[in-house]
């Protein structure tokens, strides 16, 4: 089954690692092949930020860091715009994608079916992190709260998206007995953005959307703070998860963690990007430990991922 229709097909359990891997060790993630002659030493390492906004946008906000990675690995590295989250996991699965940053609800499904091995994430400087799901609407829709949403239309971001659309699927039902197509008429916008100028706009009644991305657009002014109403906001979740691909020759997997945790922010274009929302530095951090909230939603929702 191709991933494409994987990412379609949410009816299906999650975190099962396909056939195509081993984990050996038990950290949810594949292991690197134990024959040297299966590990990938590309001379340009290709690097894809999660597309939940304009990629020309972050093209710019990445390139300090890139050439950063770019001086501790030796290696040219390239900033590939994908416009989907499929686009992105596609890449990966076919060996075209080497470093990336896949959002919260994507994490697994890159990690079960593309060999994805997240090992970072931004966080505060005092070492806080995570979002927040936000169902918001926009001023006298007539919706107060989420009762008022039955009978008129939610806007998703994507199926792969965990605050976009796995979180207030499972909150919705599990809260307040509420299910897609039959309490209110559900939509997918493609990202985050969209839903958020959807709503705006007034395309749509409600969307719900991570206000990482809401407090972003904010700052650069592409949206008022006045122009929307928030009717529910959930527990924190991990922001987006940086990692590599599973068959990156060993010491060059080392010396990208080793360009995450040694890039100065201070002055740079992603501390201008993403001071809004608090990040201020990359941290450890582990697929199974830090996703575990993630995964269990998944479980609730009876995902599985059929990726071989």
């Known amino acids: 089954m191709g991933l494409l229709a994987v990412t379609a097909s949410f ?26 002659k299966d590990w990938v030493d590309p001379a340009t390492l290709v690097f894809a930020y999660t597309p939940v906004e304009d990629p020309a946008v972050y093209a ?16 040219r590295v390239q900033f590939f715009p994908v416009q989907s989250n499929a686009a992105q996991l596609e890449a990966m699965r076919a060996g075209r994608l080497h470093v990336a940053g896949f959002n919260t609800g994507s994490n697994p499904l890159a990690v079960s079916c593309a060999g994805f091995v997240p090992f970072t994430m931004m966080a ?14 926009y001023p006298d829709s007539g919706i107060e709260t989420v009762a008022d949403i039955k009978g008129r239309s939610l806007a998703f971001s994507a199926p792969t998206s965990n605050s976009g659309f796995k979180a207030p699927s499972a909150l919705l039902e599990a809260e307040f007995g509420m299910i897609a197509e039959r309490d209110f008429d559900p939509s997918f916008s493609g990202g985050h953005d969209n839903s958020i100028l ?9 969307a719900a959307v991570a206000n990482s991305v809401l407090n972003r657009m904010i700052l650069r002014d592409v949206v008022k703070s006045d122009s929307y109403t928030t009717v529910y906001k959930s527990q924190t979740f991990p922001t987006t998860g940086y990692g590599y691909v599973y068959n990156l020759k060993p010491e060059l997997a ?3 963690k080793q ?7 201070e002055g740079s274009a992603l501390q201008e990007e993403f001071k809004n929302s ?11 430990q830090h996703w575990e909230v993630v995964r269990t939603i998944d479980k609730a929702m009876d995902v599985t991922y059929n990726c071989d």
């Open 254 to 256: 080392e010396k990208v």
């Open 259 to 265: 360009a995450f945790f040694t890039y100065d922010w």
């Open 278 to 288: 608090g990040e201020a530095q990359f941290i450890p951090i582990t697929y199974q």
């Open 60 to 75: 710019q906000v990445w390139d300090g860091f890139l050439k950063h990675m770019e001086s501790v690995t030796g290696k």
């Open 198 to 206: 959807g709503v705006v706009n007034k395309d749509y009644d409600a």
């Open 11 to 36: 009816g299906a359990v999650a975190n099962d690692l396909s056939s195509r891997f081993t984990d050996t060790n038990g950290d949810l993630v594949a292991d690197a092949p134990t024959d040297p």
């Open 124 to 137: 505060s400087e005092d070492g806080s992190f995570g979002y927040e799901m936000e169902i918001i609407t």
